[in-house]
């Protein structure tokens, strides 16, 4: 694959929410007394994977079922690389209110990279300085506290999907991605299909909030087929992805507690996008930049949701 169409392939996929989030909430949700040696240890392989400093740790949030603050990461790496962040997503939820809201940040968003000291594409924080400096730079960015992070590979998205036995979904107009046609009303998803349905954006007349419609109504898809299609299979299947695919700080007891008491607040979430423009600067390299009022209303809505 071209190196210019594998960028491609990363800027529109759904890839860390349906791939990262969605794989620890299913598993929390298909979680049964019999298989709880094999859920915890998962759930720790993937928070020992994760290099973060202990003070990151926020078990007390939702031991407490306070409002909670996850980041999305998928990370496109080659090798041995680092890799970056070219999907970053922020999940709020208030499980008091079962309100809750979902923002993409674009990855080329010029900010201040916390622990550089200058401004640089958002999605540098994570070739920098791995997840924690991501969380501190998204903190920044956004004027809230990051209490979480999960991050994974591409390959996450498709093959939980597939994990499932597939996924269906409502569909609000007919369109074409990747070779795959996509008729009005409901279409059943397989992993390489939901790809395809999560990419498409020029086509879409909501452009790319219509996008992150289809990213939330994936999600969602997903979550409610991982909780009402059980079977120990698929608990074993999920489980796979999620040792080899996934990194977080969350917790076998905070999953659990995520996968019941604020499934509420997760399905009532809102897409929230900031307006903004991009374009190439004096160092000839391209960024994008927020609106001003449009990043204090967004600030604002998600001080709402965390209180």
Do not use: C
């Not at 309100?99 to 993409?104: F, V």
């Not at 994570?126 to 994974?152: C, H, K, R, S």
Request: net charge negative; proline share 2%; charged share 25%.
């Amino acid at each position: 694959m071209a190196k210019h169409q594998k960028k491609s392939r990363w800027k529109w996929i759904l890839g860390i929410t349906a791939g990262v989030l969605t794989l620890m909430l299913v598993a929390g949700g298909l979680f049964v007394w019999s298989m709880v040696d094999e859920v915890n240890d998962t759930v720790t392989k993937v928070n020992d994977n994760l290099q973060i400093s202990p003070e990151r740790k926020q078990v007390e949030t939702i031991e407490e079922k306070r409002s909670v603050s996850v980041l999305l990461l998928g990370i496109d790496r080659r090798g041995t690389e680092q890799g970056r962040s070219d999907s970053i997503i922020v999940l709020t939820m208030n499980p008091d209110t079962n309100e809750g809201a979902m923002l993409s940040i674009p990855r080329d968003t010029k900010t201040e990279i916390v622990g550089r000291g200058y401004h640089d594409k958002i999605n540098h924080a994570y070739a920098f300085g791995g997840a924690e400096m991501a969380m501190d730079t998204v903190e920044n960015f956004l004027d809230i506290p990051i209490d979480y992070v999960v991050e994974a590979d591409m390959e996450a998205f498709t093959e939980v999907v597939d994990a499932l036995g597939g996924i269906t979904v409502m569909n609000k107009f007919a369109f074409t991605s990747d070779s795959y046609t996509f008729p009005v009303g409901e279409v059943t998803l397989n992993g390489e299909k939901a790809l395809a349905y999560t990419r498409m954006r020029y086509d879409d007349p909501n452009g790319d909030f219509g996008r992150q419609e289809r990213q939330r109504d994936v999600v969602a898809a997903i979550i409610e087929k991982g909780r009402s299609d059980f079977s120990l299979d698929k608990v074993t299947n999920l489980l796979d992805v999620v040792g080899n695919r996934a990194k977080t700080n969350i917790e076998f007891n905070e999953l659990v507690t995520l996968s019941t008491d604020y499934m509420g607040a997760f399905r009532n979430a809102s897409t929230l996008r900031i307006e903004g423009g991009g374009g190439l600067e004096s160092d000839g390299i391209y960024y994008w930049n927020p609106d001003a009022e449009s990043l204090d209303g967004i600030q604002t809505e998600l001080k709402r949701l965390m209180e």
